[in-house]
């Protein structure tokens, strides 16, 4: 006579581990995704704080590579400001706050001096301070062909 048979031991299988795994990624990132689907956005936090600019240095950047260090138009004793923020469709933000305020400190090289501003109306000396501005930054025509504003231009003076 045969002894009895022995119940046989299950090996237990990888398989049915990661067939769980598996199971618990998709719950997690279903809930996770009713969630974010689910929930809604009332605003932005707004906290207190302060805001210190330690200086007004800013690079001009040639839109193919490179600084310009030094992008001075001159008429007479006043300078040419040309806001063509490359070209874009939107006056660049120091031109708003030149209309807001036209008392400026105007830096050149290392001499500093109080300026006031004043945007150029008149289509005359528009187009001759234009050339001025063509001139010493060839650019700026590209700019204004780029762009369907007119693109302003400053003059400050002592």
């Known amino acids: 006579m045969k002894p009895p048979a022995l119940p046989q031991e299950k090996d237990p299988s990888i398989g049915r581990h990661i ?3 598996l199971a618990v990624v998709v719950v997690l990132l279903g809930g996770m995704s ?3 689907v689910a929930t809604k956005l009332a605003g932005a936090v707004i906290a207190p704080g302060t805001l210190v600019v330690e200086n007004n240095v800013k690079k001009v950047q040639h839109p193919t590579g490179g600084v310009v260090k030094e992008l001075r138009v001159k008429d007479g004793d006043s300078y040419v400001l040309v806001g063509s923020q490359g070209g874009l469709p939107e006056d ?3 031109v708003h706050n030149l209309r ?6 105007l830096r050149d090289e290392t001499v500093v001096r109080p300026m006031r501003v004043r945007e150029v109306k008149d289509a005359a000396e528009r187009a001759r301070l234009w050339s001025l501005a ?3 930054y ?3 025509a590209d700019y204004q062909a780029r762009t369907t504003r007119q693109i302003p ?3 400050a003076a002592p």
Do not use: K, M, Q, T
Request: aromatic share 16%; glycine share 4%; hydrophobic share 60%.
């Open 19 to 21: 067939r769980l795994g």
């Open 34 to 36: 009713s969630w974010a």
């Open 92 to 94: 660049p933000v120091w």
């Open 100 to 105: 807001a305020d036209a008392n400026i400190e």
């Open 134 to 136: 063509v001139a010493a």
């Open 138 to 140: 060839p650019p700026y």
């Open 153 to 155: 231009v400053f003059v």
